[in-house]
């Protein structure tokens, strides 16, 4: 097994939560500059050429997401390849109510979504996390097989993929060494918009904050710093993006669905938000977006639906 699975520190994780807490604690750490993250980490392939991270969303359930992503992978006949793994992204609630080592990271609420800086033990955004997880996985040293990082997320993790795309830092290192980065965005409840311009009527005055990170770029968080709203937007068209909507997440009164004037001004339900904002890009950017937008008849609002479903397979699997 390879030197960085090697600093995988396995412990025994309670399965018993607060109401509030998350329900279990992923047993896996992965090391980073500031301290340890809790990772859900699948079987190790002898030759791994492409790995798949896998977001989890507001409920933190990282082995739930790396569950799914392995079926989806073994559908794909991509298990032999394919490493998944699951960071989870633990938050104060979750420390409280487990037993968790001091040195691993913990965010306040839900701040690790927008990419907010841990709490414990240093300060380290969440979107600086994945950075150092990709940066690892690019090694030729530890993984010299690797040639493609699949960034995966549905519903609330897929609001943190399509930001982390948005704002993540650069890694040339991983097209110098020919590792292809793709991100695929599923059911996501808003997208961050990179102007004014919003695709349904609202009030201004009784909506102030929808230009607001992270529906637009307005006080963006202290990770993007250096980066300007054109460079972001530069650098987000020419990325490997997939958004990937079901045909049936048409409820605009889903209980998990973001329904403040914030998520409403970009549409009524999720699948009319992802068609309206690829519109939007299309539009600012008619000759140079080369980004896909794939439509999974028959499902709704179902991580595991869209993921195992064929085109789901072909987007996370498919060169």
């Excluded at 991509?78 to 487990?98: G, K, R």
């Excluded at 982390?164 to 793709?182: F, I, S, W």
Aim: charged fraction near 20%; charge should be neutral.
């Amino acid at each position: 097994m390879r030197k960085w699975l090697l600093t995988l520190l396995i412990t025994c994780a309670s399965t018993q939560a607060a109401e509030q807490g998350v329900k279990a604690i992923s047993s896996g750490r992965l090391l980073l500059s500031a301290g340890e993250i809790a990772v859900s980490i699948g079987p190790t392939p002898a030759k791994i050429e492409r790995v798949l991270i896998v977001v989890h969303g507001r409920l933190r359930n990282a082995e739930t997401y790396r569950q799914s992503a392995e079926h989806a992978a073994e559908q794909a006949g991509q298990s032999a390849n394919t490493l998944v793994l699951a960071p989870q992204f633990l938050n104060e609630t979750d420390i409280a109510s487990h037993t968790v080592p001091d040195s691993v990271l913990r965010w306040q609420g839900n701040d690790w979504m927008a990419g907010g800086l841990s709490t414990a033990p240093f300060t380290l955004s969440s979107y600086a996390a994945l950075d150092e997880i990709i940066a690892r996985l690019g090694d030729r040293r530890q993984f010299p097989d690797v040639k493609q990082i699949v960034i995966a997320g549905h519903s609330g993790g897929a609001q943190v993929v399509q930001r982390y795309a948005l704002l993540g830092h650069p890694q040339p290192a991983l097209e110098t060494e020919g590792v292809k980065v793709r991100y695929v965005i599923a059911n996501p409840s808003s997208y961050a918009y990179f102007n004014e311009q919003r695709p349904v009527a609202f009030s201004h005055a009784k909506c102030p904050n929808f230009n607001r990170w992270k529906y637009g770029l307005a006080e963006l968080p202290a990770y993007a710093d250096g980066q300007t709203p054109a460079q972001l937007e530069e650098n987000y068209v020419k990325r490997d993006i997939v958004y990937l909507l079901g045909q049936q997440d048409i409820d605009p009164n889903h209980p998990a669905l973001d329904k403040s004037c914030e998520a409403k001004a970009q549409g009524a339900s999720r699948l009319i938000r992802g068609r309206n904002y690829f519109n939007y890009l299309k539009r600012r950017h008619s000759q140079g977006l080369s980004q896909q937008l794939i439509e999974v008849p028959g499902v709704g609002h179902d991580g595991d639906g869209m993921f195992t479903s064929p085109e789901g397979q072909k987007v996370l699997f498919g060169q």
